[in-house]
Antibody, heavy 121, light 107 residues
Framework: QVQLVQSGAEVRKPGSSVKVSCKASGGAFSTSTITWVRQAPGQGFEWLGGISPIFGTPMYAQRFQGRVTITADTSTTTGYMELNSLRSDDTAIYYC??????????????WGQGTLVTVSS | DIQMTQSPSSLSASVGDRVTITCRASQSISYYLNWYQQKPGKAPRLLIYAASSLQSGVPSRFSGSGSGTDFTLTISSLQPEDFATYYCQQSYSTPQVTFGPGTKLDI
């Protein structure tokens, strides 16, 4: 069973960057797609992007294009999401999840435990 | 983007009740619809995928149905551990997936 463990909570100032990690264990990391989703306080979910480690080519949501960078290190089975030019409305819990593949018949399972990113001056 | 709506936004029910939550897509998404459960302070948990397939380990009191634009999640007999927020998610436009706003189920 794949398990995803994320890095700890972060506090950043507006205009800075944050990088969140997602360590996978118990499964075939390289052949999975790791996706990143965020949830603002009391809000729903927003897809940021994803990456297939074996291919290494990330995909990004249009509204985050140019501000988010998603990477994966197959040697450490770890995925990363870096968000730049942070604003207060980027304050959210950031989740990684494994995409089951087989799009469009696909789903997210399992999920990491989430990483709270707080942007405040 | 495909917009997802859910109704009701919140729902009060009792243990043993049968509960139905509705999810609607702004365009046809075939059967590419998933349901998740989220409890406070926890990550979402996959319940139903591809509209009606029960994820391994999920109790059989959960079921999903629908296709096209209209979908339902049904809990046949509510248990205390089912009080949570439920979200639908469309994968038709993968990778640009979208989620519903959630339905909070409480006692």
């Amino acid at each position: 069973q794949v398990q995803l463990v994320q890095s700890g909570a972060e506090v950043r100032k507006p205009g800075s960057s944050v990088k969140v990690s997602c360590k996978a264990s118990g499964g075939a990391f390289s052949t999975s797609t790791i996706t990143w989703v965020r949830q603002a306080p009391g809000q729903g979910f927003e897809w940021l992007g994803g990456i297939s480690p074996i291919f290494g080519t990330p995909m990004y949501a249009q509204r985050f294009q140019g501000r988010v960078t998603i990477t994966a290190d197959t040697s450490t089975t770890t995925g990363y999401m870096e968000l730049n030019s942070l604003r207060s409305d980027d304050t959210a819990i950031y989740y990684c999840a494994r995409d089951s593949g087989g799009a469009p018949e696909s789903w997210f399972d399992p999920w990491g435990q989430g990483t709270l990113v707080t942007v405040s001056s | 983007d495909i917009q997802m709506t859910q109704s009701p936004s919140s729902l009060s029910a009792s243990v043993g009740d049968r509960v139905t939550i509705t999810c609607r897509a702004s365009q046809s998404i075939s059967y590419y619809l998933n349901w998740y459960q989220q409890k406070p302070g926890k990550a979402p948990r996959l319940l139903i995928y591809a509209a009606s397939s029960l994820q391994s380990g999920v109790p059989s009191r959960f079921s999903g149905s629908g296709s096209g634009t209209d979908f339902t999640l049904t809990i046949s007999s509510l248990q205390p551990e089912d009080f949570a927020t439920y979200y639908c998610q469309q994968s038709y436009s993968t990778p640009q997936v979208t989620f519903g706003p959630g339905t909070k189920l409480d006692i």
